[in-house]
Nanobody, 119 residues
Framework: VQLQASGGGLVQAGGSLRLSCAASGNIFRINTVAWHRQAPGQQRELVARKTIGGITNYADSVKGRLTISRDVAKNTVYLQMNSLKPEDTAVYYC??????????????WGQGTLVTVSS
């Protein structure tokens, strides 16, 4: 099982980006999905999480601006990022708990995609 993140880039403050994270491999079901980020010199932090039941949680700093969603048929998770701020600059990582076809659940991480917001 692999997670492939994409969609990062350079954007001006106030702009938008959509990150994608596609899961591939011997997947039976994707359970909880999440996006984390790590800014230079900072610890990695949780940005948004969505359970298989649809419950979502967001960091206070991104509420109302970032939205996590999932396309079950495509095994893909998205992070829509609006009204971006320079402090949103970070490497963004997707993360998922996946039940594989061997009936084992493991946690997987994508490779990270860089988001840079200029002022």
């Amino acid at each position: 099982v692999q997670l492939q993140a994409s969609g990062g880039g350079l954007v001006q403050a106030g702009g938008s980006l959509r990150l994608s994270c596609a899961a591939s491999g011997n997947i039976f079901r994707i359970n909880t999905v999440a996006w984390h980020r790590q800014a230079p010199g900072q610890q990695r932090e949780l940005v948004a999480r969505k359970t298989i039941g649809g419950i979502t949680n967001y960091a206070d700093s991104v509420k109302g601006r970032l939205t996590i969603s999932r396309d079950v048929a495509k095994n893909t998770v998205y992070l829509q990022m609006n009204s971006l701020k320079p402090e949103d600059t970070a490497v963004y990582y997707c993360n998922a708990a996946i039940l594989a076809t061997d009936w084992r659940t493991s946690e997987y991480w994508g490779q990270g995609t860089l988001v840079t917001v200029s002022s």
